[in-house]
C-alpha cells in the first residue's frame, strides 16, 4: 500500500539520544567506558509512588507504582560510586559533556542558555535510584538543512543516562548500574517531518553533526531514537527506543498504519452503534466451569494454580480485534498489550481467534451463550487468579472504551519488527522539578564564543580531506563514515601501514557481505581486527583470510584473533617452506611448463591455494611461481 503522507497530515518530531564519550559521568568521576574486575555489590529497593512538588500524580509515574514491583540493583565497584547509589549527592557537572553539547548546540545553530539548571525529571520504573532522572537544557531554537528543508532543532539537552535491565520477572525488576549516569545528549526537533524517508534523513543528518564533534559513543546501545507521531483525526503517540536509523522509516510507516486501522475501526463501531455507556455497564463474568475439561494448557496451568477465568462481553467488537492491517497490528493485540502492561497476565484470548489454543469449538459457543454473545459482538477471556484477572478484564475495557474515540494517546515501545507495543500513558507535565543539590551553572559570552571559534570541522569536510589524503573515493569515505567505521580505518592505517584501499574494501564489502549471509559482524571486537592488520602487515596472516577471520570471530564471541588463527589453521608459513613446495610442484609439472607455463601456473597456483589460501600473501604466491616456472622453462 502507497501511503500519501502529505494527504494523511503525518507529522513527525524526533527525539535522538546519543552517549557522550567523555571521561568520566556527567554528575560523578565514575568512567564511561567498561572495566574489568571491581567488586559487585547488589541492594534491593521498592517503587515508591512519586508525587511532583505540586502534589499531582504523574500518570506514567502512576503506572509504575501500580504494578509494586522489588527492585534489585547490581553495581559494580569500578563503575559505580556513591553518587549512583543515591548514597551521595551529585557532584558538579561534568564540564566535558557540557562542552561537546555546545559544540554540537552551536554545530546546528542552536542558542545556548544564559545559565544551565539541572532539573529531575520523574522515572519510576527503577531506571534511575534517585527515582528521577537528571536533565539540563543546554540550548534552544537551533537548525538544520535537510535536502533543502528547515529543520527547526527545538532543543538541545544534556541528561544521565539509566541503568540497563538485566532480567525481568512479574514481580521483580535487575538493574545493572554501570550505564546510570553516563552523559546523554538528546536533541529535539519541531514535528515538521512529512514522510517516513524524512525520519531517517533527518535523524542521519543529526547523528553526522553529533559525531562531528568526535566525543560521541559508537555502537549497539549508544544510540536511542524516539518519535512523537501523527496524522489527521488520529493521536500524538510517543515511540520510545528505537536502536536502528535504518528501523525508523518502517516504524513510522507501520504507526501511520495502526492509527488509519484505529480509525477505520472507530467508524465501523460508531455504524453497529457500540456506545460507552453499554460497554460500561457490561458486568466481568464467571466462566471458569466452562473450562472445566478444556485442553488449553494455559488455562489448566492458572485454575490448577487457584486461578479463574473471567469474561467480558464487547458489544459490535465482533471481526474487529483480528482484524489485521499489517502483521501484528490487530486490535486485539492492543487490548492485550494493554492488560498485560498494567496486570502482568499471560492467558489472554478473544473470540475473534477461538477456536484455537486448545480452546475447543463448543467451550467457545458455551461463552458465547453465557455471556448473551451475538453475531457482531466479541468476548474477551483472562484466565489468572481473580483479582488479576478482574484488573486486566477492567483495563481491556478501557482500552476498548477508547477505540470508540479512535486513536488513544500513548507511549508505546519500538519492537525489532519496526512495529510498537503499549508502554505507559504519556507523561503529564507535572514531571520536571529543580534539582537544588547542584548549582546553576552559568555559561558566559566569552566562554561559548571561544567553543565556536574551535569549532571542527563538518563530516563532509573530514570526508572530502580523507579522500584525497587516503587515494580512496568519497563513495567509499562517507560508507565508512555511516557504517562509524571511519576511526577503526584510520587507526589500522595509521598503525599497520596496510594499503588503504584493502583496510576499506574489509571494512566496508566484507561486513557487508557477512551480514548479507546473516553473520552478527557487530560482535567482532575492533582491536581483533586491528590485530588482524598487524598480522597481515608482519606477513603473518595473508589479508586474503580477512573473512574467514571476521566470519570466525563474529561466530565465536568473546574469543580472540589468535584463537581465530588457530582454529582456522592460519599459523604462518615461512617462505622457504613456500618456496620448497613451489619447487616440488613445478618438478611434478616440468613437461606442462616447457610447452604451456601459463596453464602450468594455473594448475601450480591452484594446488598451492589450497594449502596456503589466506596464510600467504596471493599476489606475492604468484610471482614466486610465475618466477619458479619461467625459470624452470628458461
Ligand atoms: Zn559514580
Known sequence: MKLDYEK????????????????????????????????????????????????EVDPAALFESWKRRMIVYHANTESTCLVELDEEPPHDLNREAVEVALTAALLMNAKPVDEIHVMRKIVIDGSNTTGFQRTCVIALGG????????????????????????????????????????????????PVISSPEEAYKVAHAIGRILRATRKVKRGIGTVRQDLNISIAGGALVEIKGVQELDLLPKVVELEVI???????????????????????????????????????????????????????????????????????IRLGAELAGRARAWSEVEGIFHTDELPGYGISEDEVARLKEEVGAGELDAVVLVAAERERAEDALERIRERAIEALHGVPSETRGAKPDGTTIYLRPRPGAARMYPETDIPPLPLPREYVEEIRRRLPPTLDEVAEELSKKHGLSRQIIDE????????????????????PSVVASVLTEHMKSLKREGCEVERIREDDLLEFFRRVARGEVAKEAALDVMRWLARNPGKSLEDAVNALGLRAVSLEEVKARIAELVEANRELARSNPGKAISIIMGELMKTYRGRFDGGKLYQLVSQAVHGQGG
Request: hydrophobic share 35%; charged share 35%.
Open 8 to 55: 494523511l497530515g503525518l507529522k513527525v518530531g524526533l527525539e535522538i539520544h546519543r552517549q557522550l564519550d567523555t571521561r568520566h559521568k556527567l554528575f560523578c568521576e565514575c568512567p564511561t567506558a567498561p572495566r574489568e574486575g571491581g567488586r559487585e555489590i547488589t541492594f534491593i529497593r521498592w517503587l515508591r509512588e512519586a508525587q511532583s512538588e505540586l502534589g
Open 143 to 190: 537548525e538544520i538543512q535537510v535536502d533543502g528543508k528547515k529543520i527547526p532543532i527545538q532543543t538541545i539537552t544534556l541528561e544521565e543516562d539509566a541503568a540497563r535491565i538485566i532480567e525481568q520477572k512479574p514481580h521483580e525488576v535487575h538493574y545493572d548500574l554501570s550505564r546510570l549516569g553516563i552523559p546523554l545528549i538528546e536533541v529535539s526537533t519541531a
Open 258 to 328: 495502526r492509527q488509519l486501522h484505529l480509525l477505520k475501526i472507530r467508524d465501523e463501531l460508531e455504524r453497529r452503534g457500540a456506545s460507552e455507556e453499554e460497554l460500561r455497564k457490561e458486568p466481568i463474568r464467571d466462566v471458569t466451569r466452562i473450562f472445566a475439561k478444556t485442553s488449553s494448557k494455559i488455562i489448566r496451568r492458572k485454575m490448577e494454580a487457584g486461578g479463574v477465568v473471567l469474561a467480558l462481553r464487547l458489544k459490535g467488537f465482533g471481526g474487529l480485534l483480528g482484524l489485521e492491517a499489517a502483521p501484528g
Open 480 to 499: 565508512l563514515i555511516d557504517s562509524e567505521k571511519i576511526e577503526l580505518f584510520e587507526r589500522i592505517v595509521g598503525e599497520t601501514g596496510v594499503q
